[in-house]
Each structure stands twice: as structure tokens, then as C-alpha cells.
């Protein structure tokens, strides 16, 4: 991976008398960058659940739902976007996932990953349970069959059972024949966001820019624990706290929330944990100015998550902005390409140097973060050949150095370049002329709605809030804070 894939992507809708399905699409597609490779979309309607999924971007998805889709009255919709972290590239592992229990039809859509999923999926196989995916969703679904009869069919309670089994990191949303549920782990790892429509209804997503596309005002935060829970009869929410505490670190003073949402994943008319993601990047710029400036002509981003730490850099320091790239959008992201053969050609398929504009000048370029830093080389390497006096490169999160087993697609600490080199000499491979990177505390002094504990950072710094799998306990890079 030459960038870090991205987690997925929910929006789900209850209570709404209009085209649920349409809205759910158009929430999707708003949170199209959180994942390209399936979409899907469940509905409850007239006592029955009807499943549409595909392999591609929603529009590719969602060109050929039948008709008889759209039939009866639609008492919620969930859909989901994917990119998948665990389990392969089928269809089948594209979500939402819908099944059959003990008579009861119960569909699931799920962003994050589950750290324990393989432990897990191993006692239910041992138990005769027989898996049709290769997902870690699926472990949820098998452990509240599992459950149910012991609650005497109540599924919610076979939830609430299923959940106190699980560690890492998930936001799910939940149908079943009597009621839409939406559930966020007890660290708050994924943001997950309540909306309301002014005309009845409900909204759930895990960008607030899918309310806006909706139509729908923002409403809180799901909170980190709680199950939400909206029936249908009523359509009055219901909310708990469930208790997950034997996973949590003993010692750790707070949540987990993933602080790369507001570095590079969401989008940035959205908020996250209830910052905004504009007001968080610029800041970060500013902040990144204010620890490592440097002289230069132009303060340059990297198209198009590096946009806004750029313009608060230059901001800071006074400097003129200007585009270095220009960015072809008919083109996928670089990161999604799982052929490495093709990856050099398609990041300079994706961005080209603009020669007028670097032209003999001294270019600082603003970048979200460097993974392997394949991508980042191959960049400056074309702004040197379009006339570039100096290239300088700021980073506006700390150097990543260890694996995220919660969603991130980088697991292996090996495959990450801070891992294994200086930043001195991370810029000598990058052939640049200077390298910074913004500090943990400069990052985290940029968020405000929650106290900076309340972050996971430990792509940057190890501290794993939840134990990752053993399989990966191995690795130099985890300090283990039981």
C-alpha cells in the first residue's frame, strides 16, 4: 500500500414517509471516499427485508436495483460502503449482510474491525457454526444466534450478549423485524452521527455530510457504548449504555477515538467527534507552520487531503498558496489499486505537475501523512523534472511507525517507512530538501470538542488501546499497557 485504505462507510434511515432508498444512495455517495470496492443498500418493508449489493461504487451499485425494490411501505433502509480490512473482495463480503435466525430476518452493515474476530470465529466453527463470508461482521450475527434462545428469542438482548464478546474497534447498524438499532463501541473509535428529518424520520451516518445531502438536520454524536435503538411502531429512539468494560485498559483515562479521521479520512465538510474536519485541517496547518516553518515561493498541498493543512500553513506564515498539481478525477485512488505493477503509472496518472507553477521556485508541499512513501518519491521526483528549484515537504500528523489493527489498512509496522528510517533519512529517500513532521501534541492540541486523551494515537506512538491479535503481538512495535 502506497496509502492507507480506509474504513467504511454507513447511513441508515428510519421513520421517513419519502424515497428511503434514494436518501440512503445519496448518503452513500457522500461518503463514497470511506470506500469504493462494494456498496449495498437493505430494506424492511411490508414485514419483509430485500438485499441490493455490488461489487463497485455506489452508482455502479445502484444502476440496477429492481422495481419491485421500491414495492410497500419502507420502515428503514441501511446501506453501506466498503473497503474491506478483513475478509476478501467478493460480493459476498459486501455488505449489508442479511440472514435468517431462528425464523427472524436480521440485517447488519458494520464499519471498523473487530481485533478479535479470528479468536472468535474460531470457538463458533468449533461449535458448529458455518460461516458464508470471509468477514468479521459475520462473527456478530453467528454470536447472537447463538444467544438467542437463551434470552428466549429476544434479540435485543442477544445483542447486547453479542457485544460483551467483542474488542476492537465498531459501528454497526442493525434491522430487525421490530425496530432499527445503531450501535457504536464503548472507546468511540469510529464516528458514528444521529440526524433528524424536519418532516418525521431519523438518520444515521458516519459523516455528517450525508445529513446535509439529505436534507436532515444534525442532531449529537451516538455516544461511545451506546446502543440506539429507534421502533418501528413508535419511532421514538430508546438509548443504553451497554457494559464492554473487561476490554477496556485498565488505566487508560479515556476514549480512543481515531484521531486520522480529522489527519486524512473524513471529508472535510463533515465534523468528527464533534470538531469540524475544515476548521481541524487548517489548524493543523497553522500548527505544523508554527513548529517547522520554511522558506520558500509556494505553499503547495498534495490533492486533494493535504488542501486544507496547506492553506493553514500558508496562512500562518504568511505565504502565497498555489496548486503544484493538477488533479485528474476520473481517475480511482492509487491506494484501491491492488495491482502493485500498476501503481506507479497510476499515481501520475492521478496528479500532474504543473510546470508553469513550480517552475524555478522553492516549493514547500503540505502532505496528510507518508505510508511507505512509493507515492511521495514519485511526486518529487516529477516536480524536480517540471523545473523545481527546492522541494521542501511538511506532514501535518506525526511519522507512523506501528500498525492500526482497528480499520487501517497498514497492520504490518515493517511496510511503514517511519518504522523503519530517521526523518533525516526518510527525506534523503524522498530526494527532498527538507522534511517535518507535525508533533503528537500539536496534532492533538488541534481537536477541542473532547480532552486530548480521548484519541487513539497509536499508529504514531504504540499505545494500543485495545490488545491487538496475537498474531501481531509479535512485532517490536506493540507496548502492551496491561
Not at 486520522?260 to 489548524?283: C, K, M, N, Q
Not at 517547522?292 to 486533494?304: G, S, T
Request: aromatic residues 10%; proline residues 5%.
Amino acid at each position: 500500500m502506497n496509502r492507507v485504505g480506509e474504513y467504511c462507510g454507513l447511513c441508515g434511515i428510519t421513520g421517513f414517509s419519502g424515497d428511503s432508498v434514494a436518501l440512503v444512495a445519496e448518503g452513500l455517495l457522500a461518503l463514497q471516499h470511506r470506500g469504493q470496492e462494494a456498496a449495498g443498500v437493505l430494506i424492511y418493508s411490508d414485514g419483509k427485508m430485500k438485499l441490493h449489493k455490488r461489487k463497485g461504487t455506489v452508482s455502479e451499485a445502484m444502476s440496477d436495483i429492481p422495481s419491485d425494490f421500491f414495492t410497500g411501505r419502507i420502515e428503514a433502509a441501511i446501506g453501506h460502503v466498503r473497503y474491506g480490512t478483513y475478509g476478501g473482495s467478493g460480493v459476498d463480503n459486501a455488505q449489508p449482510l442479511m440472514v435468517s435466525m431462528a425464523g427472524f430476518q436480521i440485517g447488519i452493515a458494520h464499519n471498523g474491525t473487530l481485533s478479535n474476530a479470528g479468536l472468535l470465529r474460531d470457538e463458533l466453527q468449533r461449535q458448529g457454526a458455518i460461516f458464508m463470508t470471509n468477514t468479521d461482521t459475520e462473527v456478530v450475527l453467528h454470536l447472537m444466534s447463538h444467544n438467542l434462545e437463551q434470552t428466549g428469542f429476544n434479540i435485543r438482548k442477544a445483542l447486547e450478549i453479542a457485544l460483551n464478546r467483542l474488542q476492537g474497534a465498531y459501528c454497526f447498524l442493525l434491522m430487525t423485524p421490530d425496530g432499527f438499532f445503531a450501535v457504536r463501541d464503548p472507546l468511540g473509535f469510529r464516528p458514528l452521527n444521529l440526524g433528524r428529518f424536519e418532516e418525521g424520520g431519523w438518520i444515521v451516518a458516519s459523516e455528517t455530510l450525508a445529513f446535509d445531502v439529505c436534507g436532515a438536520e444534525y442532531m449529537r454524536e451516538i455516544n461511545a457504548g451506546e446502543i440506539l435503538y429507534i421502533p418501528y411502531d413508535t419511532f421514538i429512539p430508546e438509548s443504553e449504555q451497554f457494559n464492554n468494560g473487561a476490554h477496556l485498559f485498565r488505566n487508560r483515562p479515556g476514549l480512543a477515538q481515531c484521531i486520522f479521521e480529522h489527519v486524512y479520512f473524513a471529508r472535510p465538510g463533515s465534523r468528527i467527534f464533534g470538531d469540524s474536519v475544515y476548521t481541524t485541517r487548517l489548524a493543523m496547518g497553522r500548527q505544523l507552520a508554527r513548529e517547522l516553518p520554511v522558506e520558500c515561493d509556494i505553499v503547495a498541498p498534495v490533492p486533494d487531503s493535504g488542501m486544507f493543512a496547506a492553506i493553514g500553513f500558508a496562512r500562518e506564515l504568511g505565504l502565497p498558496f498555489d496548486m503544484c498539481f493538477t488533479r485528474n478525477h476520473y481517475v480511482g485512488r492509487t491506494f484501491i489499486n491492488p495491482e502493485s505493477a500498476h501503481r506507479a503509472t497510476m499515481v501520475m496518472r492521478k496528479l500532474q505537475p504543473i510546470p508553469e507553477a513550480v517552475k524555478g521556485k522553492r516549493l514547500c508541499v503540505v502532505e496528510d501523512s507518508i505510508v511507505r512513501g512509493t507515492t511521495s518519491r514519485a511526486r518529487i521526483r516529477a516536480l524536480r523534472e517540471a523545473g523545481a528549484s527546492e522541494v521542501h515537504m511538511r506532514v501535518s500528523c506525526p511519522p507512523h511507525k506501528f500498525g492500526c489493527y482497528f480499520g487501517i489498512d497498514f497492520p504490518e509496522p515493517s511496510k511503514l517507512i517511519a518504522g523503519n528510517f530517521s526523518v533525516q533519512e526518510i527525506a534523503e529517500q524522498l530526494e527532498l530538501d527538507s522534511l517535518g513532521y507535525l508533533s503528537k501534541d500539536g496534532m492533538l492540541s488541534c481537536v477541542s470538542a473532547h480532552n486530548t486523551y480521548d484519541y487513539c494515537t497509536a499508529c504514531f506512538d504504540g499505545e494500543y488501546p485495545v490488545k491487538p491479535p496475537e498474531q501481531y503481538q509479535k512485532h517490536n512495535g506493540y507496548k502492551s499497557l496491561i
